[in-house]
């Protein structure tokens, strides 16, 4: 099987780029195909939300991209089968700065990633910023995903997105390609929601995921627990979602 990188990336915060990071990487792995979870963010919310106490990480995503260790020294399986994490925490932070830099500075995490030839899927989780990390990031994948929150700025932002998607693509990574659109925290008591998600169909068209994640508060809890939604609560409605995302974005890989 070839492998496949998805970068999960939206500037805006708190949209659920890392809910669907996890959950879709959870639903993804198997022994046949296993997947490592790249934590890209500062916050390491991938990382905890594994149940990997993101502070305590030894080694993290930064010493591969500042070169003191190799990937293979540094991702770690999880508890999740099949499920690999390439920690973070605050010390990603510095990287941002130190990239700057270096030679051939959008390249570092697809240099790092060339370690990772075992791995069916590479998930990124990115940063809630369009800075060099997230550029690391679209440069080393072959397609990106955005989670959309259902509320009233939820289009806000997206065209800088778009056009960062664009310029990558004319500068360091002519194969990016937009896998879709998720919208996420969708409630259906919010009349609002239904708008947000006609204005995103017509903007998208088919490139909006047909599965829409609803709030749920499951999804919510999962990740003080350390537990993919599956864990916690698989019979919820966020885990339902999220497996039928999941079947989407494997068919359309
Ligand atoms: N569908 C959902 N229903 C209810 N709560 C959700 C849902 N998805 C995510 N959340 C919660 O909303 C918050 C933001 O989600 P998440 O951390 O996935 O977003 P993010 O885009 O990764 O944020 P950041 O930009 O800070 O990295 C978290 O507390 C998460 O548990
Ligand atoms: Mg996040």
Known sequence: MIQRIIAVVNQKGGVGKTTTAINVAAQLASAKTPVLLVDLDPQGNATSGLGLPSEQAVRTTYDTLSGQAALAEVAQKTHVTDVFVLPANAHLAGAEVELVGRPRREFVLSEVLAGAASYSYIIIDCPPSL????????????????????????LEGLSQLLSTIQAVRSSTNPKLELLGIVLTMYDKRNSLSEQVQAEVQNYFGDKLFSTIVPRNVRLAEAPSYGRTIYEHDRWSKGARAYKALSKEVRARL
Not at 136 to 154: G, R
């Open 131 to 154: 800075g060099l990390l997230t550029i690391n990031a679209l440069t080393a994948a072959d397609s990106v995903l955005i989670p959309v929150q259902a509320e009233y700025y939820a």
